[in-house]
């Protein structure tokens, strides 16, 4: 029952890096609760939701694989539609986690005040930080692999790595929600949102390699790109999918691993910070 | 179980530089509700954060249910119930719903969680509601599943910040008498109010925070008692011909207030003064005598300005 002043000072003389790097007060039971939350209002709107989401890689594959690949010689020896189908397959898993982690949580916290609620039972902020993460995955692992299930009756599996893919679709959800949780942590307005949006999200869709190869870029051009996300995830799924390179895939999955595992406890420690008072 | 439910010592909150509550000592007993009271800013809030794990104390000791508070913040919250001020339901899902999701957090089997639900729903009055979205649902329905839902981990400790803000007389009165019947079943209720009237009806013990200190502490009986007079003489609105005479009476009185629109007069003995008051020139029905309440005490302890 004693207790000292400093005992109570969570943050008061760490270092804010320490702080929100600090090992986060997180079980994974706890967290799991959260996920079932989550899945049980999702099962509520799922059909809704579930359609567009198998429309939405229909029309991209329509448009630009078959309606521009028409125009296109061969890119890299390829169809074009098999070229840009495996950066869709990313770029589905990038948005399925990233829209979960940022308009949903931000509305959950900000104006449902549900984690003020999760928070007065025994899990804490860390666990909720968590469970977003897991489901927002798992949103991700819906969104990527209806894609790829479409994508593939357009005949662009050409890697019985392919099987691996859904890992990957899991790797890059994970990842991005990491990034996502991490922002509407720190934000104090959902029009925020619209900068994490145009200058990041939509950048990175546009010039991760998708629609073109950025091997014929200049060099600094394709070291920044090695710094972007998404672009790690485009290779690995394009290494998976369609060039069949084991060797190219585990570079980028490792790639992945490291910048994730780096940033894990990050969001639920910013949420900590913004919550815990 | 430890002998009183909540008790803290020197417990302190600071804000950066900001004190809002001052090194507070209360003791909550087992089987008792104990009230909070006192104007927004008080402190209050924050005290009832702290004792539901959801603030860390700045300094002082606070245990609850004989465990520490913040430390032991997953096994208390395990046993505690608590009633927001604001409703944070899920909106997306229905009444019962809400029920059982709230059940799993604290690893409830579904199978247990499902006939718990449905009786909390006839406690509170809501089993025809039971399918019903959220946003069906009024003020006081909303405040009912929020007690509901505090009450599905079987608490210990109750917590429940202004339960009864916004709601119509009768949605008021069924959640008191909610929470009289949980006092019964052996439930510790720990609430903050600004109602006084709330406090009086169901708080066995009160303290009064003001500025994030405890002013006063003791049954509302005890604190009327030691704190205001027993009696209390109204005069509305008095012509300006009886002004004079009114304020001669002043020191016939234990105390005297004079406000824009009446004077209060607080005194022992009511009928000897009431008869004075009527010989001045005032209209009857502008007169009248009354108990002393919780209220007074408040306001001559808090102050009447607006202290926000």
């Not at chain 1, 003020?116 to 969104?143: C, H, K, N, Q």
């Not at chain 1, 190219?248 to 780096?262: G, K, M, N």
Request: charged content about 20%; aromatic content about 10%.
């Amino acid at each position: 029952m004693a207790r000292t002043a400093t005992a109570v000072h969570p943050t008061a003389q760490r270092g804010l890096l320490r702080d929100v790097f600090r090992v986060p007060d997180v079980r994974l039971s706890a967290a799991w609760h959260l996920w079932q939350r989550d899945a049980a209002i999702y099962r509520r709107t799922y059909k809704l939701n579930i359609l567009p989401n198998f429309f939405e890689p229909f029309l991209y594959l329509l448009a630009m694989g078959l309606g521009l690949g028409a125009y296109l010689s061969k890119i890299q020896g390829t169809r074009y539609i098999d070229f840009i189908a495996p950066g869709l397959v990313a770029t589905a898993s990038m948005y399925g986690a990233s829209f979960e982690v940022t308009f949903n949580c931000f509305v959950k916290m900000q104006f449902g005040k549900i984690y003020d609620a999760v928070m007065s039972t025994p899990l804490t902020i860390e666990d909720i930080g968590l469970g977003e993460m897991l489901w927002s995955t798992t949103r991700s692992l819906i969104y990527g692999c209806v894609f790829l299930a479409i994508a593939s009756t357009f005949g662009v599996v050409h890697s019985w790595l392919a099987i691996f893919a859904p890992l990957a679709v899991g790797l890059t959800g994970i990842m991005f929600s990491v990034i996502g949780l991490s922002f509407t942590a720190v934000i104090p307005l959902i029009d925020y949102f619209t900068y994490y949006w145009t200058m990041f999200i939509t950048p990175m869709f546009l010039f991760s390699g998708i629609f073109f190869p950025l091997d014929k870029l200049p060099h600094a051009v394709r070291v920044v790109a090695w710094f972007v996300p998404l672009h790690q995830s485009v290779d690995l799924m394009r290494a998976l999918i369609l060039d069949g390179d084991a060797g190219a895939a585990l570079a980028s999955a490792l790639w992945i691993l490291v910048f994730t595992a780096a940033l894990f406890v990050l969001p639920m420690n910013l949420l900590r910070r913004r919550l815990v008072k | 179980m430890a002998e009183s439910a909540v008790s803290a010592r020197a417990l302190t909150k600071r804000y950066g530089q900001f004190e809002a509550v001052k090194g507070i000592d209360f003791e909550v007993r087992a089987n008792e509700c104990f009230g909070f009271l006192g104007p927004n800013g008080a402190g209050k809030t924050t005290t009832m954060k702290m004792i539901a794990c959801s603030s860390p104390p700045s300094d002082g000791t606070l245990s609850v249910l004989g465990l520490r508070a913040w430390a032991d913040g997953r096994q208390i919250k395990g046993r505690l119930g608590v009633v927001p001020q604001e409703n944070n339901l899920d909106e997306e899902v229905s009444v019962f719903q809400n029920l059982v999701i709230y059940a799993r957090y604290f690893d409830i089997a579904h199978r247990v969680a499902g006939p718990r639900a449905e009786e909390l729903l006839a406690f509170v009055a809501l089993e025809d509601k039971r399918d019903w979205r959220i946003y069906g649902l009024s003020g006081g329905m909303k405040r009912r599943l929020l007690i509901a839902r505090a009450l599905m981990n079987e608490p210990e400790l109750l917590v429940l910040d202004e339960p009864t803000t916004g709601l119509d007389p009768q949605a008021r009165h069924l959640v008191w008498e909610k929470l009289r019947s949980l006092k019964r079943q052996g439930v510790v209720l720990l609430l903050t109010t600004h109602y006084m009237e709330e406090a009086s009806q169901l708080c066995d013990r009160v303290v009064i925070m003001h500025e994030g200190r405890i002013l006063v502490e003791g049954s509302p009986r005890e604190v009327i008692a030691s704190h205001t007079s027993p009696q209390v003489i109204e005069v509305f609105e008095p012509p300006g011909d009886a002004e004079a005479g009114l304020a001669e009476l002043e020191s016939a009185a234990s105390r005297a207030e004079r406000l824009a629109d009446r004077w209060l007069f607080y005194t022992n003995d009511g009928d000897a003064l009431l008869s004075r008051v009527r010989s001045l020139p005032l209209d009857p029905s502008s007169v009248w005598l009354r108990g002393g309440t919780l209220e007074d005490v408040f306001l001559a302890l808090t102050g009447r300005g607006l202290l926000e």
